[in-house]
Each structure stands twice: as C-alpha cells, then as structure tokens.
C-alpha cells in the first residue's frame, strides 16, 4: 500500500512549534507533521522508480506494537528543483536528500543539523548510480531511523519544556530524584513513594505515564520477564479498569511484547514495548517502557508511557509520551 503524502496540502495545515523561551533565534521554528519526512529526488522518474520503492518499503513499514497498522513514518516527495526554490519546504523538520551524481566515486552519508529552521535534520545520501545508492541506504537505513526519530524526540520536548508543569515537576524531583519535560494538561492521578501515575485525559483519548522504583540489588531488574511482571503487579494495585474488579495488565496473547536493550540518554536502559488492556473489561492500548538504574543512588527506575485512544490512531500520542520520557534527568 502506498503511504506517501501528498505533500502541499499537509505544509497548509502546520504546527509551527514554539521555542522554549530566552533569546530569540533568527533561526525560523522547524515546520511539519510529527513523524513526517521530506524525501527530495533528482526527478520524479526516480522517485517512482527502484529508490522510492526501496525507501518506501523501510520507512512505510509498520510503527512497532501498536493495535492498527500504522507507518513508521509518513513520506512526502519534493524534486530537487521545487525544493531549491522554497523556503518553507526547507523548513522543514525533517528533510532527506537523495542525489544520484555520476561524478561521485562512491556513495557517502552527510548529516547536518539546524541548517534552514531548528530543531531540523536533514540526511543527504550522494551516489553514483541507483543500484550504489539502494545497497548503501540498506546499511544506513537504520542509523538514518535513529537520527529522524531523535529529531522528532527533540522538537517536541523543545515545545513541552515551554509549558511544563511546574507542580509536577517539583513533585518528580521530591520524590524520585529527577525531571521529566511534563507539559500542562497531565495531572497527579495517584502518589506513593515508590510509585507515581500521571494522567491527561482529553475527549477522544487518555494518556497515562507511571514512574516507579526499587533498590538496585541485581541484573535481573533488566530481564524482559521481571519487567513485564513487575509492571503488572503495580498496574494491578494502582491502575483499575472502569468496571469493579477491573485493572490493566500487559496483554502478551494479541501481540509479542518487544524488548531490547539501548543507550537512554546516555544510560543503559531496557525498552519494553507492548501492549495493555483491562481485566474484566474491554480497554486497551500501546505502551512503552524504559527501564535503568540510577546508579548515584542504586535505584531501579522505570518510565512507561501508554495511550488509549479507541478507534483513533495511536501513533503520534506514543511518540509524544516517548519525548516525555525521553526528557528524563536525575537531579544531583
């Protein structure tokens, strides 16, 4: 199925993303749809061709876990020419250039950040031929993920942090020694030491983030089992379902929970995606959780962030939620 946007219609319809405050940059605020990317073509022919093919297929891929079939990022195409030329295609927050130069000896990766708006990341892949540029993005295209996704991490805490809540802020520094870029509209649903769970609930869908911690005595804090468990022990004392007896557990049977092991701002930390539904009821949805220790105070801590939001797509309010816990630093 072809996922690719029809790319003006979408730039009339723009969030221009605010700056979070202090001196103004003459830099303009990157523009676009969250998870959206620019791809920019020497000519049509090539994006209808064998390239756009290759990057559909990775990018249009299906976002991990989630209970529809979502894309992993949606795709707009420019040519060269018509992007050389605008000034709000280049705005853009996330652009991905492909140049084909038969003067070029092999194919080569440039990254350059904040060139023509902030936050922005722009990837430009030159090569000789088609068949060079499709073998190099195929051992790049990973890495080429990880960059758009950080940027998208990074432009929503750069707006979160302008309207962070300050209540919970103070709340999360008090009682687990660290921050979290929470913008307004969440609320302290329910507090314990060990345990917090925040909430915003809107019309049409409801967000939820838990912080929890125990004392650091073993590496098994990072086995993907003991994790889930872990989370459904709290889940089922903390969290319930609208109908008595009810409470949200980690549905294993509809979906294989995805675990693996990364590099958390810095930290090692386990990421657990998934999802949840209700006991005795019929709610559900996506989660992620991150998983690492504190190591100044030889804690284990864990961020999980999940959305509900029936018959809507899931997409953009995880990614928001990753931001939030992407965002995360312990205080000293």
Not at 109 to 116: A, F, R, S
Request: with cysteine.
């Amino acid at each position: 199925m072809n996922r690719t946007l029809v790319l003006i219609p979408y730039f009339f319809l723009f969030i221009i993303l605010n700056s979070c405050g202090g001196k103004k940059s003459s830099m303009p605020q990157s523009v676009g749809k969250t998870a959206e990317i620019v791809v920019v073509t020497n000519n049509q022919t090539k994006w209808d061709g064998e390239i756009g093919e290759t990057v559909r297929t990775f990018f249009n891929q299906d976002f991990e876990v989630l209970p529809q079939t979502e894309p992993l990022f949606g795709l707009a195409n420019l040519q060269i020419v018509n992007f050389n030329n605008s000034k709000m295609f280049k705005s853009h927050h996330n652009i991905f250039i492909i140049n084909i130069d038969k003067k070029s000896k092999e194919a080569t990766l440039e990254v350059k950040k904040d060139l023509w708006s902030r936050p922005q990341r722009i990837v430009k892949i030159t090569a000789p031929t088609d068949s060079s540029f499709i073998n190099f993005f195929n051992k790049k295209k990973e890495v080429i993920e990880s960059i758009f996704m950080e940027s998208e991490r990074e432009r929503l805490i750069r707006t979160f942090k302008a309207f962070k809540d300050h209540e919970i802020q103070n709340e999360l520094r008090k009682n687990f020694d660290l921050t979290l870029e929470v913008p307004g509209g969440f609320f302290i649903a329910k507090k314990y030491s060990n345990f917090m769970w925040l909430r915003k609930e809107g019309q049409k869908n409801s967000l939820g983030i838990l912080i929890y911690t125990y004392d650091f005595t073993d590496t098994l804090a990072f086995n993907p089992e003991r994790i889930i468990s872990y989370r459904n022990t709290l889940s089922k004392e903390y969290i319930p379902g609208p109908s008595e007896g009810s409470f949200m557990v980690v549905d294993e049977k509809f979906m294989p929970v995805i675990s693996r092991r990364i590099d958390f701002n810095g930290m090692f930390a386990v990421e657990t995606r998934g999802l949840w539904k209700v006991e005795g009821d019929f709610m559900g949805g996506p989660f992620v959780n991150y998983t690492f220790v504190d190591e100044k105070r030889n804690k284990v801590i864990t961020l999980d962030g999940y959305v509900y939001a029936p018959n809507a797509k899931k997409r953009d309010l995880l990614i928001q939620l990753e931001a939030i816990l992407y965002s995360v630093k312990l205080t000293d």
